[in-house]
């Protein structure tokens, strides 16, 4: 599903439409910049990669 | 005693290289022939683009650490591959251009018992009119001088709009066949958060335009997660994001024609479409780099070792069957050229046997399908697959087997980070595993186990730390075998 937007000066342009994307709720987004629980994701991020590389061909 | 020539050196060529001079016992030699005099750690070319980091925090000069190691240099292009030798000796042989100032157009005929091509992307702007820095109307950040050419267009675009003036903004790729999708939404990522700094957001429009039929597609088809004990896919997470930031995307595009300020397209149904932009940072399709090949009378044999796309054919299956078709192993695993067991194509220098997302034809027959990513994490592993191959068949014999690496059994992560600072930054980091999907293995494709997405300051830390640590590597400084590529 496309909506067409544009500004006069233009042929118009399909733009995606993502209204029905969901957005982040307030606590959602306190939590990605929250340091102790991202001190926690990012030990969890690298140690995937570490599982990737032990397990894959690399 | 075995002479080693390695072509280029990015991250597939240099790790190959640094690998070799370490297993390898004194008295055979590795000479790695690249055009440029400096490595350059291309993911952060991003931040180099909006002015976060300068050139010289991603890029340092080769020949001293190739010193070190005991590897020698040619600031070369290689153009011709003579792989059963020629007229003089049956040794095979490379020829190369030297670029240095000091050498500028010398030739030269380099012997070698192993080589690997890794001679990464020809950048082939010319592909569509109007396109690229050099002589068109788009900036790129693809290089670091490039992304310092972005970065100064990004300032004057933001100026502009400190002034009161509106802007359009344009972030994408510039064809319809274009790979790197994840460099151009970081790219996108960058700007939106520079022109929130600024404390422009409001006047300015952010446009993604891309060939990807789906948002979050990324060249491999999309990835579905698992989020909190639900499937999920990558297009609603990507969507939500942009949704989120107030980037308008633009998908199924196949850029015809750039023209000051008006970018012209056509989508996927067909329709032509043209946008005007104050700011436009348009990625170019890839190409393999132009290299002959040539048999020992001097006859031309490239396309016995080239896809027509310039890339080197492989160990992969290139019966052409329908996309629907395809497997997981038709991918390469050793990364042997057909029909050598002397020579390995690594990096983006690899023809890919088909595409991982879905190629589309618009109904005039236009051509839109992303080509598969494979580059950064999976370069380096393929480099250091070619090497460990090479040592072994010097210790044990010819037929010693190949090590094998497939992106079908391979993981890789995109991080899309922006800003500066540890407290400021923010990032969409998303891991996958396998790359290359694998329908026999998994049902959605992937693991769900390792292929993720998340939001939030935590994948900025572990770009910036892969940022130092892949520097730390390259240099090969202290421990750097015991980085993973």
Redesign the interface.
């Known amino acids: 599903m496309t909506d067409m937007?544009s500004?006069p000066?233009?042929?118009?342009?399909?733009?995606?439409d993502?209204?029905r994307?969901?957005?982040?709720t307030a606590a959602t987004l306190r939590?990605?910049?929250s340091?102790p629980?991202?001190?926690?994701?990012?030990a969890v991020?690298?140690t995937?990669?570490?599982?990737?590389?032990l397990k894959?061909?690399? | 005693m075995a002479d080693i020539v390695i072509l280029g050196a990015g991250v597939s060529g240099h790790t190959a290289a640094l690998h070799l001079s370490r297993l390898l016992p004194k008295g055979h030699t590795v000479t790695v022939v690249s055009p440029n005099s400096q490595w350059n750690w291309i993911p952060s070319n991003i931040w180099v683009g909006v002015g976060k980091m300068s050139k010289k925090d991603v890029v340092f000069p080769l020949a001293p650490v190739y010193a070190k190691k005991g590897v020698q240099f040619r600031q070369a292009k290689a153009v011709g591959i003579h792989p059963r030798g020629d007229a003089e000796s049956q040794r095979p042989a490379v020829d190369i251009v030297h670029t240095s100032p000091a050498r500028d157009g010398e030739t030269e005929r380099i012997r070698y018992d192993y080589l690997v091509n890794a001679t990464g992307p020809q950048l082939k702007f010319q592909m569509t009119e109007g396109l690229g820095p050099h002589g068109g109307h788009t900036v790129s950040v693809c290089t670091a001088d490039h992304a310092i050419e972005a970065a100064a267009a990004l300032e004057a675009s933001i100026a502009k709009l400190k002034s009161g003036q509106r802007q359009t903004l344009v972030v994408g790729m510039g064809h319809g066949t274009c790979t790197c999708e994840g460099a151009a939404f970081e790219y996108v990522f960058n700007v939106d958060h520079e022109l929130r700094e600024a404390g422009v957001r409001d006047l300015a429009r952010v446009v993604y335009l891309t060939n990807e039929a789906e948002l979050g597609d990324f060249g491999v088809g999309g990835m579905t997660f698992d989020d909190m004990g639900f499937e999920t896919s990558s297009e609603l997470w990507t969507g939500s994001l942009f949704r989120e930031r107030g980037v308008e995307a633009v998908l199924g595009v196949h850029v015809t024609k750039v023209e000051p300020g008006v970018v012209h397209f056509e989508t996927l149904d067909g329709q032509m479409h043209s946008l005007a932009f104050d700011f436009a940072m348009l990625l170019p399709p890839f190409g393999g780099v132009p290299l002959a090949a040539y048999d020992r009378d001097g006859s031309d044999i490239t396309s016995e070792l080239f896809a027509p796309s310039g890339f080197m054919k492989v160990d992969a299956d290139y019966s052409g069957k329908p996309y629907e078709q395809w497997k997981a192993s038709d991918w390469p695993k050793t990364y042997l050229a057909q029909g050598y067991d002397n020579i390995w194509a690594v990096g983006i220098a690899f023809a890919p046997p088909h595409q991982i997302s879905k190629p589309r034809k618009t109904p005039t027959g236009t051509m839109i399908a992303p080509s598969p990513p494979r580059t950064g994490m999976p370069s380096g592993v393929m480099g250091k697959t070619a090497a460990l191959s090479i040592v072994d068949r010097i210790k044990h014999g010819p037929g010693a087997k190949a090590h094998e690496a497939s992106m079908a059994n391979m993981g890789a992560a995109c991080i899309a980070s922006a800003g500066a600072g540890l407290r400021t930054g923010s990032a969409a980091a998303m891991t996958m595993m396998p790359i290359v999907p694998d329908y026999d293995r998994y049902a959605t494709g992937r693991d769900l186990k390792d292929t993720r997405g998340e939001l939030g300051l935590s994948g900025h830390w572990v770009k910036l730390m892969l940022h130092y640590l892949f520097i730390h590597k390259a240099k090969g400084r202290l421990g750097w075998q015991f980085i993973p590529e």
């Open positions: 937007t500004t000066a233009e042929t118009p342009v399909p733009v995606a993502l209204s994307a969901p957005l982040p939590k990605r910049k340091v629980i991202q001190l926690t994701r990012f991020f690298n995937r990669i570490m599982r990737m590389v894959g061909d690399h």
